[in-house]
């Protein structure tokens, strides 16, 4: 379906649930007692120096993406981890819309990464992005300069419009690989960024809910299925932060030594329901 129906399907939901607010969507989805989901995430990387930059949702808050940044700390122990508001907290609908501000603040956070990168020119550098915290991570590394590039750029549920020009803007500044995570059941980058818009304005469905309408091998998208339920994700837009699932879909995108092809066929397995 393209783009334009899909906004058709939204605006006849945003009809029915009419006053639905932004925050739907319950972190715990516990996975099925009637299913046997083996996790096994990637073991601790105990000697790889690194910088992890996580920048988080619209909220500008820390406190909702503590679970991942102890887990993502625990499976690099010499990371250092830092969690980057890149707004006002708790002002959602200011946050989004502070367009000029944005992209003023992505330059300078890719000003400062450029630093880093010259003092630390071999040690990896992954940049994490949430919802909001998405599209401005795909800002900052367009806006970095043509010789600094980050080695991993993952975002989740990214509020970024879908045809954003991410193989020409974006890419050029990742060495090894990129990763989105989209949800069409999303409904904050899906109602909500079709209401209210993208970090880049426009009012449409997000990468974060349908993907980016690129097709570079070096952008891995994953896109969530009925096989993710079992691990505790529903669909929807808190369940990314659920630990089950982050074990087995999302942090091993965050170790040195997974590359694209062990990280999709990570992705590939699934919870098998006993006979």
């Known amino acids: 379906m393209s783009i334009s129906g899909r906004s058709h399907l939204y605006r006849a939901l945003v009809a029915l649930i009419g006053a639905v607010a932004i925050g ?7 996975p099925s007692t009637y299913w046997r989901c083996e996790v096994a995430p990637p073991a601790i990387a105990a000697n790889v120096r690194g910088r992890l930059l996580i ?12 679970g991942f940044v102890a887990r993502a700390a625990q499976q690099l122990p010499s990371f250092d981890v830092e969690v980057r ?31 880093w990168r010259r003092a630390h020119p071999t040690e990896p550098f992954y940049l994490v992005g949430y919802s909001g915290g998405g599209g401005i991570a795909t800002l ?24 954003y020009p991410f193989a020409l803007n974006a890419l050029p500044h990742v060495r090894e690989f990129a990763v989105n995570y989209a949800s069409e059941r999303d409904l904050q980058v899906g109602w909500g960024t079709l209401t209210f818009g993208t970090i880049d304005r426009k009012n449409t469905l997000s990468a974060g809910a349908i993907g980016f309408a690129s097709t570079d091998p070096r952008l ?17 837009h808190l369940a990314y932060l659920n630990p089950r699932w982050q074990a087995a879909k999302l942090l091993p995108a965050l170790h040195p030594d997974v590359g694209p092809q062990d990280l999709v066929a990570r992705w590939a397995k699934v919870c098998e329901e006993p006979s």
Do not use: C, K
């Not at 739907?24 to 516990?30: E, F, H, I, S, Y």
């Not at 006002?88 to 990464?113: D, G, P, Q, S």
């Not at 891995?220 to 929807?236: I, V």
């Open 24 to 30: 739907t969507g319950t972190v715990g989805d516990a």
């Open 220 to 236: 891995l998208q994953y896109r969530w299925t009925r096989a993710d339920e079992p691990f505790g994700h529903r669909g929807n």
């Open 85 to 115: 508001p890149w707004g006002t907290a708790f002002l959602t609908m200011r946050n989004l819309r502070a367009y000029e501000r944005n992209v003023a603040t992505a330059e300078r956070i890719a000003a400062e990464i450029a630093d």
């Open 140 to 163: 900052v590394v367009a806006a970095l300069p043509a010789d600094v590039s980050v080695d991993r750029l993952i975002l989740v549920a990214p509020a970024i419009a879908p045809d």
């Open 55 to 66: 920048l988080p949702g619209v909220g500008n808050t820390r406190f909702h993406l503590a």
